[in-house]
């Protein structure tokens, strides 16, 4: 549910925040529930924040239960390190929230009460986005290791995988808390979350990897030098399955081996994205191979 639009960034909150929100109100914690949202609030400005500093445009802030997640703009393809940093800034701002509340309270400059609650949902927040699940900060980091052995679509595959593990436990500690613990609401909800929202992080994976091929060869222009990757492929390997291996930052290049062990000849990430768009994603390796030797 999209609730404002500040200087061109959606601001979208998930219904059973709504919920849950009203739900403090009519118990009369009203205040812990203003707590939360600036909590999240903060953590989802830093990333945004992160974002302006290496050129992005932040295109959508979305608030769940206990975190939130964002879309970025302007990325001209898959970068690990961009991503970590923007990632980081979340758990960085959350902790450092949780630090300052602490000392605040310390001086006796907030409530008790109030004060401790800041300082455990900012906890909460940080230790819960480091979880290795998509779309939490701590995915994005998971996969930005991994992408650089597995490629972009089988790591996100494994982030995938471990996050429904994680959302699995979430539902099982919910259903221990009972329906009438607000923890146990919130966790049965992000946990549904995790789920879905990891699901569409999967099929965004396979456009992922052939965005950031596809601005392969622009990088190297701006950068006049990158490392190779070299990838050995089968004559009837698809040119999808291909691609999903490549390492982001790296210039992948592939040699086709024929049926006798032969070496037909090699492929660069732009030929192989110009066979797919020719003859579709599942375009074999040798089909590639003839067409740019014509």
Do not use: W
């Amino acid at each position: 549910m999209r609730i404002a639009r500040v200087a061109g960034t959606d601001i979208l909150v998930n219904p059973p925040v709504i919920v849950l929100f009203a739900a403090a109100a009519c118990l009369g914690y009203l205040t812990r529930g203003l707590l939360l949202v600036a909590a999240v609030v903060v953590h989802e400005t830093a990333h945004g924040a992160a974002a302006f500093l290496l050129g992005y445009r932040l295109e959508e802030i979305r608030v769940f239960p206990l975190g939130g997640s964002l879309r970025i703009g302007g990325m001209s393809g898959y970068d690990p390190a961009a991503e970590a940093f923007i990632a980081l800034a979340g758990p960085v701002a959350s902790i450092f929230m949780s630090m300052f509340a602490m000392v605040l309270k310390d001086y006796g400059l907030i409530s008790l009460p109030d004060g401790e609650f800041f300082v455990a949902i900012n906890t909460m927040i940080f230790l819960i986005n480091l979880l290795p699940a998509l779309p939490l900060d701590g995915g994005r980091l998971f996969r930005g290791i991994l992408s650089f052995r597995l490629g972009i679509v089988d790591a996100t595959r494994a982030v995938y995988l471990s996050g429904n593990i994680i959302a699995g436990l979430l539902a099982l500690l919910a259903l221990c808390l009972g329906p009438g613990s607000p923890l146990g609401l919130s966790m049965a909800a992000a946990a549904v979350f995790l789920f879905f929202a990891g699901a569409r992080e999967r099929k965004m994976a396979a456009s992922l990897a052939i965005t950031q091929a596809g601005s392969k060869e622009s990088l190297l222009q701006k950068k006049g030098l990158l490392r190779s990757k070299t990838f050995v492929a089968a004559y009837n390997a698809s040119g999808k399955r291909v691609i999903s291996r490549f390492v982001p930052g790296c210039y992948n290049i592939v040699f086709v081996v024929g049926k006798n062990g032969e070496v037909l000849g090699k492929a660069t990430e732009q030929e192989i994205i110009s066979g797919m768009i020719r003859y579709g994603y599942n375009v074999r390796m040798e089909q590639i191979i003839r067409m740019h030797n014509q």
